[in-house]
T-cell receptor, first 114, second 113 residues
Framework: NAGVTQTPKFRILKIGQSMTLQCTQDMNHNYMYWYRQDPGMGLKLIYYSVGAGITDKGEVPNGYNVSRSTTEDFPLRLELAAPSQTSVYFC?????????????FGPGTRLTVL | AQKITQTQPGMFVQEKEAVTLDCTYDTSDQSYGLFWYKQPSSGEMIFLIYQGSYDEQNATEGRYSLNFQKARKSANLVISASQLGDSAMYFCAPTTGRRALTFGSGTRLQVQP
């Protein structure tokens, strides 16, 4: 099992460019999440999905879009990149049993917008 | 939005000693979970321990244990016999009604030899 994989590991964008951060999990988890982590801070939820075709906004969704066409994949799209989107992006997946929601994280994508 | 408070931005502990990392949270949910994650300098997120709000016993996992006080909405992480490899950021994260985790700002623990 590869777990949760993310590509790319690093990326530098110019202001106004767009890109897609890829996330794939092979654990057949229903729930998937995108978080961002700014320097010295905790993780903030951008978007999440409870299954294929179902997505919902998190705490900081502005400037991002997601789709979930399959159980395995949950790409995050940045349109019109801004310096405020410089961050480390983590994808995670889980299956929820009651209040138990252990999330398995990918290694992260470090994005810099100049 | 749920508020998580980790009041210790940085902590130092001597190797082999125990250390307690504080976490308080604000939730109106009756049923919830409380997670702790470790983030070493390499950046990955590592699950450490979980406490369910209805669990009668405090959770333990090897050298990690939780001091869970539900009425005070407090779930402090205790690391016994600290090791140099314990140096990392530690995040407290309760579940929310949206079934995601809300992370605190973290505590940076440095273990000194």
């Amino acid at each position: 099992n590869a777990g949760v994989t993310q590509t790319p590991k690093f990326r530098i964008l110019k202001i106004g460019q767009s890109m897609t951060l890829q996330c794939t999990q092979d654990m057949n988890h229903n729930y998937m999440y995108w978080y961002r982590q700014d320097p010295g801070m905790g993780l903030k939820l951008i978007y999440y999905s409870v299954g294929a075709g179902i997505t919902d906004k998190g705490e900081v969704p502005n400037g991002y879009n997601v789709s979930r066409s399959t159980t395995e994949d949950f790409p995050l799209r940045l349109e019109l990149a801004a310096p405020s989107q410089t961050s480390v992006y983590f994808c995670a997946s889980s299956n929820i049993l009651g209040s138990y929601n252990e999330q398995f994280f990918g290694p992260g994508t470090r994005l810099t917008v100049l | 939005a749920q508020k998580i408070t980790q009041t210790q931005p940085g902590m130092f502990v001597q190797e082999k000693e125990a250390v307690t990392l504080d976490c308080t949270y604000d939730t109106s949910d009756q049923s919830y979970g409380l997670f702790w994650y470790k983030q070493p300098s390499s950046g990955e997120m590592i699950f450490l321990i979980y406490q369910g709000s209805y669990d009668e016993q405090n959770a333990t996992e090897g050298r990690y244990s939780l001091n869970f006080q539900k009425a005070r909405k407090s779930a402090n992480l205790v690391i016994s016999a600290s090791q140099l490899g314990d140096s990392a950021m530690y995040f407290c994260a309760p579940t929310t009604g949206r079934r995601a985790l809300t992370f605190g700002s973290g505590t940076r623990l440095q273990v000194q030899p």
